[in-house]
């Protein structure tokens, strides 16, 4: 119940492997020189194929085990775009390109994916076939839906798909899953107030679009405490406002931006209907129209039942049962990883990163010695889903 053997004697390269991918991060689809340097690592361990240009700039690599008597196979995710941050970690590998860095640990996740297909491709001690899938664009440009829609499971069909996330602050080799949604949707909301501008000391003859506005931002708060059934969790964030640009003009209209995260698709739907109601009526009864866009991004991300139990039995192999927590509460941030688990059984399972700062945050850094553990992690569930005879 420990790192597999075979990962010690990768374990430097895999990190200078990493510490690479840090130092050189991409944002969304732009993961071009991220994507080749997978792709040629791929080639290098032997992988039976790989395929760059996947949703653009994703790369798909298959493994061949040493028989094929299942006719099984079971797809490995990994993302591996950085986000548009300015880094702040002071470390030696830190991030060579101004306003971005590896803020969420992609470039973890994609050493660990890559360090597991390098083991497989050696052993070959599985029956069936691996898809290992290396994604660009979680960060906000749905790179696991632009794959999809480029063929990913029609061109590799899998039987089931699994994906990894760290977590910063749980203890380096610990696991933590749950069945059911584990993320929010995650949908974008954009509300224009119009009303009839004019100078700011004849109020009278105009409709003040800001009066209107601070009524929205009143009423949408109510959509969750009084719409929603309390034991359903719902978020409502309004992050932005823009209106005018002089003090003695009262606007035309006023432009509010925001996001909405909620966990069930039923929930989802009632606020986008809710906030729609909302906006065109307390508009309306200011005699001003008001407007909403409402852009579905992420669904829910949720964990199959009988694939979440397999996964916590490879955790548990690689960790020990005392280490793998099963009632992983969920949260209301957003993974893409949702539209590849509406379209194959699956799961996606969080492995600690230990004492760090949070996702997202410029101080944040992955925890090389995660990588050992992920590993193991990837390679037992190969060889548990996939036994060779």
Avoid at 139 to 147: C, F, I, R, V
Avoid at 163 to 187: K, L, Q, W, Y
Wanted: some cysteine; aromatic content about 6%; proline content about 5%.
């Amino acid at each position: 119940m420990a790192i597999e053997n075979w990962v010690g004697k990768e374990l430097d390269s895999l990190t200078a492997f990493r510490r690479d991918l840090h130092q050189n991060p991409e944002l969304l689809y732009d993961t071009v020189r991220t994507a080749a340097t997978v792709a040629e690592a791929l080639r290098a361990a032997g992988v039976d194929e790989v395929t760059e240009g996947v949703g653009r700039t994703g790369v798909v690599g298959v493994i061949r085990g040493q028989s094929n008597a299942s006719g099984r196979s079971i797809g490995l995710r990994a993302d591996m775009d950085a986000l548009p941050i300015e880094e702040a970690t002071g470390k030696p590998w830190a991030s060579l390109v101004p306003g971005k860095m590896h803020a969420c640990g992609h470039d973890g996740h994609t050493t660990m994916l890559l360090g597991a297909a390098r083991h497989l491709a050696q052993s070959r001690a599985f029956d069936g076939t691996v898809i290992v899938i290396f994604q660009p664009a979680e960060e906000g440009g749905a790179g696991a839906k632009a794959m999809i829609d480029d063929g990913l499971f029609k061109r590799w069909p899998c039987d089931e798909v699994y994906g990894m996330h760290n977590r910063p602050n749980m203890p380096v080799g610990e696991f933590t899953i749950a069945s059911g949604p584990i993320m929010g949707s995650v949908d974008e909301i954009q509300i224009r107030i119009e009303g009839r501008g004019g100078h700011a000391a004849r109020p009278d003859q105009t409709i003040d679009p800001l009066p209107v506005t601070a009524a929205v931002i009143q009423a949408v708060q109510t959509v969750t405490s009084r719409t929603i059934d309390p034991l359903d969790s719902a978020v409502i964030s309004l992050c932005t406002i823009e209106a005018g640009n002089a003090f003695n003009v009262i606007p035309q209209e006023v432009r509010m931006g925001g996001t909405v995260r909620t966990l069930r698709e039923e929930v989802r739907t009632h606020v986008e209907e809710q906030l729609n109601r909302l906006v065109t009526n307390v508009a309306a009864g200011f005699g001003a129209t008001g407007h909403l866009d409402y852009v579905r991004h992420y669904p829910v991300t949720v964990n199959h039942e009988r694939e979440t139990e397999l996964a916590a039995r490879a955790a548990q192999e690689v960790a020990g049962t005392e280490r793998v927590a099963l009632d992983m509460p969920p949260v209301l941030g957003g993974e893409d990883f949702s539209f590849m688990l509406n379209e194959v059984p699956g799961a996606m399972i969080n492995i600690g990163n230990g004492p760090s700062a949070g996702l997202h945050h410029p101080a944040y850094d992955f925890n090389d010695e995660v990588i050992g553990w992920g590993c193991s992690y990837w390679t037992t569930l190969v060889r548990q889903r996939l036994p060779a005879g």
